[in-house]
């Protein structure tokens, strides 16, 4: 009798262990990297953000934990109505079970959207706009590395404390320049400076010299730039042509990426003040990593959201491993309700609306001379803590907070 | 602070220098496209394309070859113009007895792959291309501030399009030319090589396309969809100014230039679309366009 | 324009058994659409029988009016935003949004054509591409169309109240509903007294005019129709994927449904069906080449001109000496 019970006890164990295993759809465990592979945006994610997907499965070791793990690419052009079908098609056709980067928040919103009515998951690292945790916040998407309002209370409070009380916005058409300028407008009306007015451009501009005309002729003490990748980069290489800086104005670049500066040069750069949640010199295994990457990058470093994509499929794959499931609700649930802790950001944790919380770094832009070499561009100029650093819980209009 | 109606001056006249060099690529552009339609009878929709090609040649010319800007003005639209010629050869002839529509997608199609492929190779956000040494830099003169290069830009396009109206209007292989346009065949008759005039013609437009776009490179940055979107305004510049018609694309492309940058200054909302606005006006007085004669 | 060849590709004249031809491509056609969702993707297929129906109505416009409309994207993308609109910000139900979308672009071709029928072949073609691009600039600013961001999360809703939408089955009964509706009324439309009039009209106007026609007004309706089912299928679409962008406005959409038509033949009754088909697929599996696809695009479109202008469905039809 004992017997039969035991073995009872034993095959039910089997068809439960057996049954776990079955709950990873297909047996394999498939991760889509989307964003922007040659546009304006593709030198901050781009191929980047595929080869750091790829180190994350490996240095995982999926393959020695029996985990079959592959990872998909593609390009979503930064269009709201491609990322969508193309998730769409991902999440129905290919059994894509997550999706990360997606930067451009207007296709980020749109593939939060499509990940939440088929119950998936989205670890958003590229995407800016704070509606991600906030209004549009959903229980399958973690917004993992930056966003506008962090961005605006970073720099944007740095600018301000420094004299610059009276700005014009330069913005990006679309979700993200209209997020960051209005948390920026906020912070500067909270620290009593004034906004005189913001003139919006369409994404990819070429040229900048009728916005920055109207910039000048409204006479604010800083022009801030509600923009990002190429954009930005346009923006301050024209500024220069026409003299804007040497007419008394000052320009503040709201979201800049390593890679950005990369692309101006550091004599064009000297001197910007800017907000990043990781850089590579931070570390000795941020700076080990970086190396590891640059190795299979043509020697270009990472930016901040190729690290952050690193760490979210960590992350992702050590919550399926635990919660034996990936089943989108549920994994992000697990992610949730466990810290954070890889190589590159330390200590984390991801709150209930979504929002992953690490400190975040002031950084400004060293001149030619104090630079060793290419990618030494940083030097900190303030830590800020995770719990000042992101918007708190109840300001957000989440309405998964309740 | 000087002020004019409401607007510093500072902002009016660098809106207004924007809308002039805004209006020298239209002027540019539209003349390339209406020499081509004039005996050809061909819409070039190739042409912002050709525009972009005389761009990445300057920037090639540059990066591979190390020659600089004064000679990609030369190089440029001899190349893209031999290229045009070829195209011209091989492709337009055979259209030539069918209906003008089927040229429209023929060129249409060429855009396409011409503009898929450099995008390919290149990304589709833009690459920089440096102002030149002796046109570097830029005057304060005081109610404005007027970069030189942008100077230029303008003073030079008004020389080309100036030069070529002169020839086509005032000069006997410009005779030649429009009694071309209205009766081939006479002048065919006459011993003139209809055909290889009409190839000529057709690799000059795409040439003056090619020198807007080497001129485009410092200001606008050299990428591949510069001239996708800006080819479409050129279009609604040369209906306004009469399809055949070389004054009217000179004049209406400078005009509409400034009549932009003029409602960039008063509407901002409205200056993308202020171009079409006028167009369809024209539209309803004088279909024929401003210059233009019926056909 | 008579001088020359006329762009459509010449239909053979109507033999006793013609209908025949149509009938058992018709019949095909069906049996695609219905049994196709089995073995592919329903959304895929959505997508093709939205495009085929903006395709034919493109053709009713080329094909049987013999203008060439550079700028039908603007219907497609008019009436995408406003039955998204409709449907998400009025709440209306989806028959209702579709409705509301349709008639849109009704309007805005009733407007437009009365500026662009005054003209014709090249001058009309350039015409209909400057306004849709005037019309793409406008969206781009208003606030309505949320710019870049387009209108996303729209509800596909309960049919008449009833029948929930969000499940793939019944949307796909809905699309296959409205796609055939407005292809047989494009069949009906082309086989009518009207249609034949439009014909003449493409053949030879002033004999046309001669005879008594007001071919200014055949040429609006026709241009007006066109337009109309151009924006069935944007409004139809919006719903499908709950989104409407600019894509959908942009002048290269204009120019794919131009491709389509070209492909499939222009001046038959199933090319556009069969170019759309054709197309998407195409895009759909060369995706991950990138921008190797306009090069494809444009590859397809100057062999087409040059080489191959009847069509895949007007080789066919040359072939059967039977007009398809």
């Known amino acids: ?402 | 602070m000087t002020e004019i109606f409401g607007i510093p001056t500072v902002a009016l006249f660098g809106q207004l220098l924007i809308g002039l060099i805004n209006g020298s690529f239209y002027a540019l552009l539209s003349l390339g496209l209406a020499v081509i339609f004039g005996l050809l009878n061909i819409i070039n929709f190739t042409h912002g394309a050709q525009y972009m090609l005389g761009a990445f040649c300057a920037y090639l010319l540059l990066n591979k070859l190390g020659l600089g800007y004064w000679w990609a003005l030369l190089i440029a639209p001899i190349v893209v113009g031999i290229t045009g010629v070829i195209i011209e050869r091989t492709m337009l002839k055979p259209l030539y007895k069918l209906d003008h529509l089927y040229g429209l997608l023929l060129t249409f199609g060429l855009a396409l792959i011409i503009q898929g492929i450099f995008r390919n190779e290149y990304g589709s956000s833009g690459m920089p291309y440096p102002v030149p040494a002796e046109l570097a830099g830029g005057k304060n003169l005081g109610f404005m501030f007027l970069p030189v290069y942008r100077g230029w830009v303008i003073v030079a396009s008004l020389i080309v399009c100036l030069g070529t109206w002169y020839v086509i209007e005032r000069t006997k292989l410009g005779s030649y030319l429009r009694a071309a346009t209205e009766n081939p065949q006479l002048v065919q008759a006459f011993g003139i090589n209809v055909p290889r005039m009409i190839t000529l013609t057709y690799g000059f437009g795409v040439a003056l396309a090619a020198f807007a776009g080497v001129m485009a490179g410092p200001i606008y940055q050299v990428s591949p969809q510069m001239g996708a979107d800006l080819i479409i305004v050129v279009f609604a510049v040369v209906v306004i100014g009469g399809m055949g018609s070389i004054m009217g694309s000179i004049v209406t492309g400078f005009g509409l230039g400034v009549i932009e940058g003029l409602t960039k200054v008063f509407y901002p909302e409205a200056s993308n679309t202020v171009i079409f606005i006028i167009m369809a006006i024209v539209l309803l007085i004088k279909p024929a366009g401003l210059f233009g004669t019926q056909k | 324009m008579s001088a020359t060849q006329p762009v459509t590709g010449t239909q053979q004249p109507a033999a006793t058994g013609q209908f025949r031809h149509q009938g058992v491509a018709l019949a095909l056609m069906a049996a695609f659409f219905l049994l196709g969702p089995l073995v592919l993707y329903p959304v895929f297929l959505m997508k093709v029988m939205c495009f085929a129906l903006f395709a034919c109505a493109f053709n009713l416009l080329i094909g049987y009016g013999g203008l060439l409309s550079f700028g039908h994207a603007m219907f497609l993308g008019t009436a995408g935003y406003a039955s998204a609109h409709a449907a998400k910000v009025w709440g209306l139900t989806p028959e209702l949004a579709i409705l509301f979308g349709t008639a849109s672009a009704a309007l805005l071709g009733v407007v437009t054509g009365l500026l662009a029928i005054r003209r014709q072949g090249i001058y009309f073609a350039m015409i209909t591409l400057a306004l849709a691009q005037m019309i793409f600039f406008f969206y781009l600013q208003a606030e309505f169309t949320g710019g870049e961001d387009g209108i996303q999360a729209v509800p596909r809703g309960h049919l008449f109240g009833l029948v929930d939408l969000s499940n793939v089955w019944a949307m796909y009964a809905v699309v296959l509903v409205v796609f055939f509706g407005g292809f047989l009324l494009i069949y009906r439309t082309i086989h009518s007294p009207f249609g034949q009039v439009l014909k003449a009209i493409r053949e030879n106007e002033p004999r046309a005019i001669s005879l008594g026609y007001d071919t200014t007004r055949y040429k609006l309706i026709a241009y007006v129709l066109s337009g109309t089912l151009a924006g069935l299928a944007g409004a139809t679409k919006a719903l499908v994927f709950q989104l409407a962008s600019l894509t959908d406005v942009h002048w290269t959409m204009s120019g794919e449904v131009v491709l389509m038509t070209l492909v499939g033949g222009l001046g038959t009754v199933f090319g556009p069906v069969v170019g759309a088909l054709i197309i998407i697929s195409m895009q759909n599996y060369l995706a991950q080449l990138g921008a190797w696809v306009t090069v494809v695009q444009g590859a397809i479109f100057v062999l087409c001109v040059l080489l191959f202008r009847r069509g895949i469905v007007g080789e066919i039809a040359r072939l059967l000496r039977r007009p398809l």
């Open chain 1, 1 to 402: 009798m004992a017997v039969l019970r035991k073995m009872t006890a034993a095959v039910a164990l089997a068809l439960v262990a057996g049954g776990a295993q079955a709950q990873i759809s297909g047996n394999v465990i498939k991760i889509g990297v989307m964003n922007d592979m040659s546009g304006l945006y593709a030198d901050i994610g781009g191929p980047g953000s595929v080869i750091a997907a790829r180190m994350a499965v490996e240095d995982f070791g999926a393959a020695k934990k029996g985990m079959k793990v592959e990872v998909l690419a593609a390009d979503h052009q930064n269009k709201p109505d491609v990322g969508s079908t193309l998730a769409r098609q991902w999440y129905d056709v290919d059994g894509v079970d997550v999706i990360v980067d997606v930067p451009t928040s207007s296709v980020a919103l749109a593939v939060s959207q499509v990940t939440r009515d088929k119950g998936k998951a989205m670890l958003n690292t590229g995407a800016a706009s704070s509606d991600l945790t906030g209004k549009a916040c959903s229980p399958n998407t973690i917004h993992w590395l930056y966003d506008t309002w962090m961005l605006a209370n970073g720099t944007g409070n740095a600018v301000v404390k420094t004299g610059g009380d009276s700005w014009f916005f330069l913005t990006s058409d679309y979700a993200f320049g209209h997020a960051l300028e209005r948390d920026t407008a906020e912070v500067v009306k909270k620290a009593g400076g004034k906004v005189l007015g913001a003139v919006r451009h369409p994404l990819n501009t070429q040229d900048f010299s009728s916005f920055l005309l109207q910039a000048q002729a409204s006479k604010a003490k800083v022009i801030g730039l509600a923009n990002a990748g190429g954009d930005t980069i346009n923006s301050i290489k024209q500024a220069a042509e026409f003299g804007i800086v040497q007419g008394g104005q000052s320009l503040a670049g709201l979201l800049v990426f390593l890679t950005d500066v990369h692309g101006l040069g550091l004599k064009t750069a000297q001197g910007l003040v800017l907000t990043e949640s990781w850089y590579w010199d931070l570390n000795d295994s941020s700076r080990a990593w970086a190396k590891r990457f640059a190795a299979q990058h043509g020697g270009k470093y990472p930016s901040m959201d190729h690290a952050g994509v690193y760490s979210a499929v960590l992350h992702y794959l050590k919550a399926v491993e635990a919660g034996k499931t990936d089943d989108g609700t549920k994994v992000v649930a697990k992610m949730k309700s466990m810290p954070t802790d890889d190589p590159l950001f330390g200590k984390g944790t991801i709150r209930e609306d979504g929002r992953k919380l690490h400190p975040v770094y002031l950084f400004e832009v060293k001149k030619p001379s104090e630079s060793k070499g290419p990618y030494d561009y940083y030097k900190v100029r303030a830590t800020i803590p995770a719990e000042q650093a992101f918007r708190p819980l109840k300001d957000g209009g989440c309405p998964l907070v309740k």
